[in-house]
């Protein structure tokens, strides 16, 4: 959920950018929970303070840097989604892997049905 959401319960189409940029997140990472080990009460102060999720290990700096557009503090900032069609279009038409599966760590390909503390995304 975007900042703004989060401390001003603002909701736009901004914010869904924000949420789009996570999901894209959790595709790269398989399905990885975003924000491993913040708990939900600090979450919105640390992403107010400038907080954004690492690059994944196994992801191109190409996709990283499209979710981190959709991670700018200010909604004005953040692409629209028309932008992210026309700056995503290109990147699944051509041949380059933008995500290594091969280059996924072992100890994060394993049965997810119980996660918590020891989320290792």
């Given at each position: 959920m975007a900042p703004e959401s989060l401390m001003d319960n603002l909701y736009t189409s901004k914010g869904d950018v924000w949420s789009f940029g996570v999901?894209?997140?959790?595709i790269v990472t398989l399905g990885c929970l975003p924000y491993p080990g913040i708990p939900g009460a600090d979450l919105a102060?640390?992403?107010?303070?400038g907080?954004?999720?690492g690059k994944p290990d196994h992801c191109t700096q190409q996709v990283y840097a499209i979710m981190q557009k959709c991670w700018q503090a200010e909604p004005g900032d953040r692409p629209s989604f028309e932008d992210l069609v026309q700056i995503l279009q290109?990147?699944?038409a051509s041949e380059e892997l933008y995500?290594?599966?091969?280059?996924?760590?072992?100890?994060v390909h394993v049965n997810t049905a119980e996660i918590g503390q020891g989320e290792k995304c």
């Open positions: 999901l894209l997140w959790e102060r640390m992403l107010h303070s907080y954004r999720m290109p990147l699944a995500v290594d599966i091969s280059d996924f760590r072992e100890d």
